[in-house]
């Protein structure tokens, strides 16, 4: 009995979308979580929200409707960030960034301007960045206490088409082909 029941048990945990109900760090309850600990998911209209740049000016997403978006969450104490952002420069800015269909924005996790412009001159980047002082943006995308780096690719009606999390090569590579394909069309 003991067998079939962990028999049963097995098959469940094996069809299941790993998708989950639980309470994210607010406190509020019933939220999904997919995989990676994201709460929104591949076919999802991006939640929108407006950030101040480095430079000053001021970003909301919804504004770039028309246009291909993507999205990076990074901070200047992530290790993996750091590796991630050269091939984000080279294979994504650098390529697509007198492209008036394309918009690039790194998302800085919590931290503030001056923790921000050393970051970014130490990586290299010349994309435009955003401060996310309090997560409050990312935690409208992953639970708020859940890693980075993350990349998140919406397209030209607002939908979220692709999410990465951490940097991996084929990952990566899929990422740069999609973007590639995406403004082709």
């Known amino acids: 009995m003991k067998k079939i029941f962990l028999s049963i048990f097995a098959l469940g945990m094996l069809f299941t979308t790993g998708a989950n109900a639980q309470s994210d760090n607010a406190g509020n309850d019933q939220v999904t979580v997919y995989e990676h600990d994201y709460i929104v998911k591949v076919g999802d209209i991006a939640p929108d929200f407006t950030l101040q740049m480095t430079d000053g000016t001021t970003f909301t997403l919804s504004e770039q409707r028309g246009k291909v978006v993507m999205l990076q969450f990074t901070a200047g104490w992530c290790g993996i960030c750091r590796a991630e952002m050269p091939h984000i420069e080279r294979d994504i800015w650098q390529p697509h960034k007198e492209n008036k269909d394309f918009v690039l924005v790194g998302i800085d996790r919590e ?7 050393p970051f970014i001159e130490q990586v290299g980047t010349t994309y435009p960045i955003a401060m996310d002082t309090d997560a ?47 403004l082709a069309e």
């Not at 931290?111 to 412009?117: A, D, K, N, Q, V």
Request: glycine content about 4%.
């Open 111 to 117: 931290e503030t301007l001056e923790e921000i412009l």
């Open 136 to 182: 409050d943006v990312f935690s409208m995308y992953a639970l708020r206490n859940s890693g980075i780096t993350r990349n998140i690719l919406i397209d030209r009606d607002g939908k979220i088409v692709m999410l990465t999390r951490k940097f991996k090569q084929d990952e990566f590579a899929a990422l740069v082909e999609k973007i590639n394909a995406m």
